[in-house]
Each structure stands twice: as C-alpha cells, then as structure tokens.
C-alpha cells in the first residue's frame, strides 16, 4: 500500500512538472494550476490565430502565397511582406491595415518591379490603449489587408 508520504512526494512532483511546463514562478497549489489554466487559455488562441492564418492562406488558391513575418522588438515592429508577383494596389490594403491598428509607419522600403516586397518598421501610436498588440496580431491584421486586396482585384 501506498503510504500519505509517497502520495504527498508523488503530487509534490506533479505540480513540479507542472510548474516548469507552464513556466509559472508559483510556489502554492493553487497558483500553479491557475497559472497552468491560463497557459492553456493562451495556447487555444494562438492555435485559433493559426487556424485563421490557414484559412486566410487557403483563399489564396491559385495565386502565389505572400510570405509575411512580423517580429515584434523593443518598442516596434519589423515586418516583411513578400510574393513572387507584382501586386499592384497591394500597398494602400497593407498601409491602411496598419492604420486600423494605429501604427505609426517610422521607416519604409517597397519594391514592386518584379515581385512584391515591403519591410516596415512601424510603432503604436497610443500605447496607453487597452488592447494588448503583439506580432500576432499584426500579422493577422496584414493578411486581413491581402485578402481584402484580392476580394477587391477579384472584382476588376
């Protein structure tokens, strides 16, 4: 039988994994598990935030797929944007996808000879705002931009 002993350094060692998986600094029970119930709170958005990437992704049938990669540094962001073919008009969905989420563009290169390129480096305008802004959703803001551009280029 199983004494109290081993069951207490049994679960001791549980919530110690627990902890480091979850990389909670939290010392009581209680506090680890909320720390590993938030952990899985932010988990199951960055899993939506994917599917949405897909989705978003997968209406580019036909077309060449843009590559984008937002990296979020000190107080700005960098982010690239690229495809194989000349996007004309693809600027002005991109330029206004940044002010829907107020940043402010410091620093811009665009090519469009032969292909699409931009890399930005853009900052919040307001950071005292409520509403948490990371490279995530930065980059889902953009490919919101690419895909009204090709619902619109669609049209013409």
Same mark, same amino acid.
């Given at each position: ?5 081993? #069951?207490?350094?049994?679960? @001791? #060692? ?10 909670? /600094?939290?010392? +009581? ?9 938030? @952990?899985?709170? +932010? ?5 939506? /935030? ?29 982010? #690239? ?7 004309? !008009? ?23 000879? &032969? ?13 005292? !705002? +409520?509403?948490?802004? &990371? ?9 919101? !931009?690419?895909? #009204? ?8």
């Amino acid at each position: 039988m199983v004494s109290r002993e081993q #069951k207490r350094a049994a679960m @001791y #060692k549980k919530l110690q994994l627990l902890r480091s998986i979850t990389n909670s /600094h939290a010392h +009581d029970k209680a506090s680890i598990v909320l720390d590993a119930s938030n @952990y899985i709170q +932010d988990l199951k958005q960055r899993v939506e /935030h994917l599917n949405q990437d897909i989705a978003t992704a997968a209406s580019f049938t036909g077309q060449n797929l843009p590559t984008i990669r937002v990296e979020e540094q000190e107080n700005h962001f960098l982010i #690239k944007v690229f495809t194989k073919r000349n996007c004309q !008009g693809l600027l002005v969905f991109i330029l206004e996808a940044f002010e829907e989420l107020s940043l402010e563009v410091l620093q811009v290169r665009v090519s469009t000879s &032969d292909s699409f390129l931009l890399e930005a480096i853009a900052t919040r305008e307001n950071k005292e !705002g +409520d509403d948490h802004v &990371d490279a995530q959703v930065v980059k889902q803001v953009v490919l919101q !931009g690419i895909q #009204k551009w090709i619902e619109v280029s669609e049209q013409e």
